[in-house]
């Protein structure tokens, strides 16, 4: 398996190559995008978030919550390095743990009596979800797109270093 500093790289080099092929299909808006969600894909996003990590240290003081993350899900498995499954079940993951955060958040408000700062949550919740809207659909699918690519191009680096070691622990076996 790669080290976490050849994962970097791998993430900032196939990040830069997917700009540049995405532009140059002349989409250089999509290209950003998909480049940004490669690197976080790659960085913040990637299958070792079940593993005490460099993709888990980035999320500084929020690394807390892959803690449940970690505890329900196998490194190496189909639900952290699965091509698929891997982002789909982080993504899905990260969003029902921000939505718990937040209505949590705002029902303590609520019920401490702190309506000002409850309906700021509430208000700065829905600006979030239509600035998200605003977004047009071909930068949304550029940016999964890259999440997507970042964390094909981690699995694939984990899988290949780990083929390439077995087939010389066979060929170093006498007989």
Known sequence: MPSGRTHDRLA???????????????RWDWAVWSA????FGGLWFSGDLDTISR?????????????????LVPHRGTHSHGLIWGP???????????????????????????????SAVRQSTGDMLQAGAAVPAGGLASLFAGIWFGNA???????????????TKRRRRPG
């Open 12 to 26: 900032w080099w196939s990040s830069g190559a997917l700009f540049l092929f995405v532009g140059a299909w002349g």
């Open 153 to 167: 191009v981690h699995s694939l680096s984990d899988w290949s270093v780990s083929g390439a070691k077995r087939l």
């Open 88 to 118: 789909l079940f982080r993504s899905v993951y990260l969003a029902l743990v921000l939505v718990a955060i937040v209505m949590t958040f705002h029902a303590v408000c609520h019920l401490a009596g702190w309506q000002p700062l409850a």
């Open 55 to 71: 993709p888990l240290k980035r999320w500084g003081l929020f690394a807390g919550i892959w803690r449940p993350y970690r505890a």
């Open 36 to 39: 940004a969600g490669s690197l």
